[in-house]
């Protein structure tokens, strides 16, 4: 084989392993993603930073769709004890609200231009099992989605914007 069919058919190859959206077309869900921001807004417009202006979080998914989700506000204190069994209700309440994860199946539905997140597992157990919805947009490289307003009626919503990284 030449040298630049070689070329050629690397180049093709990479391309295909996680293809990149242009604006406007729907992206590959595909790879690893890095926490670019997350941020809520509220009924009022005002907007606040759960995880902190800069959370650390990772979201990988695979060919078949399965995903995992991870988001951490990088400045959660240590428990005093070390020990997570002996921790005092405020660290509790603080590693709780200051992480989410979950994992389960994620596929883009075209027609509602949504992700459908199949949730098998999460932290908050009240998503166990369920689906979830997420509006979203795919620009400049980053992928953003809409968490719609909470059950509790108070109108936030939340954004995660995340950046493929691999």
């Given at each position: ?21 242009e604006e406007g077309t729907l ?78 199946t994620v596929q883009i539905d ?47 919503v939340s954004y995660s914007i ?5």
């Amino acid at each position: 084989m030449s040298k630049k069919v070689a070329l050629t058919l690397a180049a093709v190859m990479t391309i295909g392993a996680a293809p990149a959206a242009e604006e406007g077309t729907l992206p590959s869900l595909q790879g690893t993603w890095r926490m670019e921001a997350a941020y809520e807004r509220h009924a009022d417009g005002s907007v606040t930073h759960n995880y902190g202006l800069h959370p650390q979080g990772l979201m990988m998914a695979d060919e078949a769709g399965r995903y995992s989700i991870q988001i951490f506000r990088p400045d959660r204190a240590p428990f005093r004890s070390g020990d997570k069994t002996t921790g005092e209700p405020a660290e509790y309440r603080d590693a709780v609200l200051g992480s989410s994860t979950h994992f389960g199946t994620v596929q883009i539905d075209p027609a509602h231009h949504q992700l459908v997140f199949a949730v098998e597992a999460a932290s908050f157990p009240n998503w166990n099992g369920k689906t979830q919805l997420r509006d979203f947009t795919y620009r400049d490289g980053l992928l953003s989605y809409a968490v719609p307003a909470s059950a509790s009626g108070n109108g936030t919503v939340s954004y995660s914007i995340w950046r493929r990284i691999g």
